[in-house]
């Protein structure tokens, strides 16, 4: 059985106690920024998956008719 947990600390997005309560305030700060830096590395791939060959997000120049 999981506990939901209101300690205002779980990095779980159900809510559910991963612990970190228990962690201290250094503990927590160094946790935090590295969730910050693979959630940044994700959406910055993510974001290079929509580039276009060309670099551009657009797909280079707009033709028009």
């Known amino acids: 059985m999981q506990v939901m947990c209101d300690c205002g600390r779980t990095l779980n997005p159900e809510g559910r106690c991963d612990a970190s309560h228990a962690l201290t305030d250094e503990q927590w700060a160094l946790m935090l920024e590295r969730r910050r830096q693979i959630d940044?590395?994700?959406?910055?791939?993510?974001?290079?998956?929509?580039?276009?060959?060309?670099?551009?997000?657009t797909g280079g120049d707009l033709q028009e008719d």
Request: charge should be neutral.
């Open 40 to 57: 940044l590395d994700a959406y910055r791939r993510r974001a290079m998956a929509q580039w276009f060959e060309d670099g551009s997000c």
